[in-house]
């Protein structure tokens, strides 16, 4: 039985394995992937970032084409972050009413309102580069009734920095030999890289509440 962490660190050996089996309908798996792990929240943990850039790689080689991937996987990530968005909007109110349920009362649907109507258009953006938060970041902003409008246009600009940089990334340099030869270390790197934008913006916007890093640590 592949375990999760197996899947994500040899990702390179297995998506290759299906493209090889089944060309045509590795289409559909991506799509899949992609939408459930930007569109349904209860499971943040699929892949993403290896997965497209393993995909390009792939592309590459002439398995796929890579610009009919790049469009697929650019639709499934805009389609999940929309569905996403619409379940935090209608359902999340609902499921969030009871005061009892730790982040699910009324004082944190308010507060995650303040947060987007302050931080909402960079976070949507901020958020594709960054593994679980990415699958959360519609979600919440759905509930905080972020205006949709200013949502759609940064979650179809967001999804579009985040499909190009890592398909053509993986396309361009996924098959030089140092990378191929080291790919579970340089998925790792890729992981670490995604979370470096969120981790810097939270300490950014900690420091200007609080002034100095020491403060921040003595919080």
């Not at 303040?114 to 258009?121: N, T």
Request: charged letters at 15%; aromatic letters at 18%; hydrophobic letters at 60%.
């Amino acid at each position: 039985m592949i375990s999760f962490v197996d899947f994500i660190l040899h990702i390179d050996y297995y998506l290759d394995a299906i493209v090889s089996a089944y060309p045509n309908l590795a289409y559909l798996f991506l799509f899949f992937i992609i939408f459930l792990e930007t569109g349904v929240v209860v499971i943040p943990f699929l892949p993403g970032d290896s997965l497209l850039f393993v995909a390009g790689a792939i592309a590459a080689l002439g398995s796929i084409n890579v610009f009919v991937l790049f469009g697929l996987l650019l639709m499934a990530a805009i389609i999940g972050d929309a569905v996403n968005y619409q379940i935090g909007r209608y359902v999340g109110p609902r499921v969030f009413r009871s005061e009892k349920l730790w982040l699910l009362n009324k004082n944190h649907l308010l507060k995650a309102q303040e947060f987007y109507e302050k931080h909402g258009k960079k976070t949507i953006v901020l958020a594709r580069f960054v593994p679980i938060v990415r699958t959360f970041a519609p979600f919440v902003a759905g509930i905080g009734r972020m205006n949709y409008k200013e949502f759609a246009f940064y979650n179809i600009f967001g999804a579009f920095l985040w499909c190009f940089l890592f398909i053509f990334g993986g396309f361009f340099f996924g098959n030089i030999p140092f990378v191929k030869e080291n790919f579970s270390i340089f998925i790792l790197v890729i992981i670490i890289v995604s979370i470096l934008p969120m981790f810097l913006e939270v300490v950014k916007s900690a420091m200007g509440r609080k002034g100095t890093l020491y403060n921040i640590l003595k919080v």
